[in-house]
């Protein structure tokens, strides 16, 4: 079992976002990574916040830390081995479950002398191996690494056994261009040549700093757009009250303007992610943000300062900016006196700010040196497609890809988010079918910078050259009129696109219905010659392993043939994507110990597969506690290869396994990736309307990977 303890050299270095990110790219290499935070420094009954953030984010659990009136209790009894034998309990409780296990240390600072010769203690009982995290300044090369001096001298220097690196977090004085935020963990953002030049620098001061023994591994951005934090963590710095909270929790403060000329003179302040400061008098400036909000800026919010809050009859004019969720707080500080608290609010991740802790993960995970990683491991372990492996291997494999994506829904807000992500990460050339003018006042409105190669094409400007195309693919059930109606739709006329090979794939679904998205595929793309229907396959994120589940949205009640079919494209799709497929049949009986129809069907389905496709391991029916749980495997199908280990699941009709995708998603708050159809001759692949940004993204990852297998099949 391997140990790594996360030794800061100060307060404030971002020593959350070092441990996170650490797991994060670990996780990405298929290495199951624990972690564990053995003392608390803080005087609170609080949940802790890097493990309460560990747990959202892995799904993983570990144990509460030693409380700081405990930790205090003890040092001053002389009690430190009973202290250690307490932190070598948790970390050997959490040790069974992971092949590697990351420890956050204590934080040096001005109460707690003890920091230091405790943490050199706890790598010592641990048997931890010790990485230090700093900030660090471009431009002060000899004082960034005086901090980490300072700290390494505790563990015996650089050439220690134990050290093995610094990472050097929420670095000043780089390009405000290396500051990227990538949609996975993304090697090509570190910067290498600027870590060689730093550790040129640094090493005419401290020759032993950067060297082979005692090497950088990553020189962490400091990123404005990270550090942003959320309305509704303001409100207690600034002694604020709410008047409406509306989506406090979701909107970022990019800026702050305080209010305080001719209003005529501040209109430009208005943008997206501006919060606006005036005082409460101001009736002019609430009316404004009211008007904003309206015309679709999404503001950070209104804070408005002194006398008292506004009267309802001045609210009532502002009930769209309310219905919109514009925030809305009232402060008895002056404007002078808010600005200044704001200035010092804290860059730590608030323990409920899960979204931002996403993305810092991945940020950090980015710039951590992967060959540094692959020396520490040295290959002691086995690995496996954890989720974050998944959704890593997925953005590498479509940036490779180099596929045109259609999305028909072009002037849908996340859309063109999603699109405008994919187009600059390279995950996919995207055409969003919609009115250029549409597409830049919702970019603008949302602050979304729109990449200059990203294609947006007027679905008036081409609709006619389709027409006559399809008429010639529906030949007998289509006429040039009926054709010219349908070609109204999006849809439809990105189906065209994709059928006469204009695009690679088509992504749909954000404001349509999984109908409205897969009925054209169906008319104008067809099924795969080797295959007679078309499926789903959903990929589902559990916290150790990465499981398929299909058929979950297409097919009511396949007979047994048409299961075999979908047990047989859910393997090879699971295989496509690095799933070594193990197919569990699923029935409410395993084996023979059950009878009737339905269990006849899957045991029918189960020997068709096997006949068709003698290389897959494929075992039915099964109970799903039988294919899922080893012990549950071996006790009701003991010769079984599958029972127990099965990673694909396919269910016996759309009622159990639509029921059983949405209780396991929802019960145990697993992310799903899907629905993705198979079997079409092109890919097509359908959106939930409730999706996400990052949903979008990686749906049109899977397609454009999907077309690149059907290119070089």
């Given amino acids: 079992m391997k140990t790594i303890l996360l030794v800061p050299t100060g307060e404030g270095v971002g020593l959350t976002s070092a441990c996170l990110g650490l797991i994060y790219a670990l996780e990405c290499q298929g290495i199951k990574a624990g972690f564990l935070k053995p003392f608390s420094q803080e005087n609170t009954i609080d949940p802790d916040r890097t493990t309460a953030l560990y747990r959202h984010l892995s799904q993983q659990e570990t144990v509460e830390p030693i409380a700081y ?10 009690e430190t081995d009973e202290l250690l034998e307490e932190a070598v309990s948790l970390h050997r409780k959490i040790a069974k479950k992971h092949d590697i296990i990351i420890v956050e240390g204590l934080v040096p600072n001005s109460r707690d002398a003890f920091v230091s010769e405790l943490n050199a203690s706890l790598a010592q009982a ?37 050290t093995i690196g610094v990472l050097f977090m929420r670095t000043r004085g780089l390009p405000e261009n290396c500051a990227q935020i990538p949609v996975t963990m993304d090697p090509e953002l570190r910067l290498v040549d600027e870590i060689k030049q730093f550790t040129t620098d640094i090493q005419k001061s401290h020759a032993q700093m950067g060297s082979a023994a005692f090497p950088v591994v990553g020189l962490v951005p400091f990123s404005d757009t990270l550090s942003v934090p959320r309305v509704s963590d303001l409100a207690t710095q600034i002694q604020a009250t709410w008047i409406n909270e509306g989506k406090a929790k979701s909107r970022r403060v990019l800026h702050s303007s305080l209010i305080a000329s001719n209003i005529e003179h501040e209109l430009h302040k208005f943008v997206a992610g501006e919060l606006i400061i005036s005082a409460s008098d101001r009736i002019d400036v609430l009316l404004a943000s009211s008007l904003a909000t309206s015309n679709g800026i999404p503001l950070a919010g209104l804070v408005l300062t002194e006398h008292h809050e506004p009267n309802h009859l001045v609210m009532d004019f502002c009930q769209s900016a309310i219905k919109n969720g514009l925030p809305i707080l009232h402060t008895p500080l002056s404007t002078f006196e808010t600005a200044q608290h704001l ?66 829904e072009g002037d849908e807000p996340r859309t063109i ?19 250029p003018e549409a597409v830049l006042e919702v970019a603008k409105a949302r602050g979304i910078e729109l990449p200059h190669d990203l294609e947006i094409i007027d679905p008036d400007l081409i609709r006619d050259q389709y027409a006559p195309k399809m008429v010639e693919l529906r030949k007998g059930k289509t006429t040039l009129e009926q054709a010219n109606e349908q070609l109204q739709d999006t849809v439809v006329l990105g189906t065209m696109m994709l059928a006469l090979d ?48 299909g058929d979950c949205a297409i097919n009511p009640d396949p007979d047994a043939a048409q299961l075999a079919e979908i047990a047989i494209q859910s393997a090879d799709s699971a295989k496509a994507f690095g799933i070594d497929p193990r197919i569990a049949m699923i029935s409410y009986s395993t084996g023979t110990s059950g009878a009737g129809a339905d269990v006849e069907k899957v045991a029918e389905a189960t020997r068709i597969a096997k006949e068709r496709r003698p290389d897959l391991l494929i075992d039915g029916p099964l109970q799903y506690d039988a294919a899922s749980v080893e012990s549950v495997g071996k006790s009701k199908a003991p010769d079984s290869k599958v029972a127990g280990q099965a990673n694909v699941f396919i269910f016996p009709d759309l009622n159990t396994g639509n029921t059983t995708y949405k209780a396991v998603q929802r019960s145990a708050n697993v992310v799903s990736v899907g629905p993705m159809l198979q079997g079409l001759n092109k890919p097509v692949n359908d959106l939930s309307r409730g999706a996400l940004v990052d949903d979008i993204v990686f749906t049109i990852a899977l397609t454009a990977i999907q077309a690149e297998q059907q290119a070089t099949q």
């Fill in 126 to 162: 641990l048997d931890a191996k010790v990485l230090f995290i700093s900030n660090a300044d471009i431009n002060k090369p000899c004082q960034t690494a005086d901090k980490v001096e300072a700290q390494l001298r505790h563990f015996g220097g650089a050439f220690s056994s134990r």
């Fill in 343 to 408: 200035t010092n609010l804290s860059n730590e991740i608030p323990v409920d700010d899960t979204a931002r802790a996403e993305q810092v993960t991945r940020f950090v995970s980015s710039h951590i040196d992967p060959d540094w990683l692959t020396h520490i491991l040295n290959g002691d372990y086995k690995p496996r497609l954890s989720p974050s492996a998944f959704r890593h291997e997925l953005v590498q494999k479509s940036i490779a890809a180099k596929k045109r994506i259609v999305l028909p």
């Fill in 502 to 549: 204009q695009v690679d794939g088509l992504v749909s679904g954000a404001v349509h219905t999984t109908a409205n998205t897969v009925r054209p595929a169906f008319q104008l793309i067809k099924t795969a010659p080797e295959y007679s229907l078309v499926s789903s396959i959903f990929f589902m994120l559990l916290p150790d392993e990465v499981y398929v589940y």
């Fill in 417 to 435: 988010q999603a699109a405008a992500i994919c187009q600059s990460r390279g995950i996919a050339h995207c055409i969003l079918l919609a009115k």
């Fill in 69 to 78: 009136s405990t930790l205090s209790k003890q040092l001053n009894n002389g």
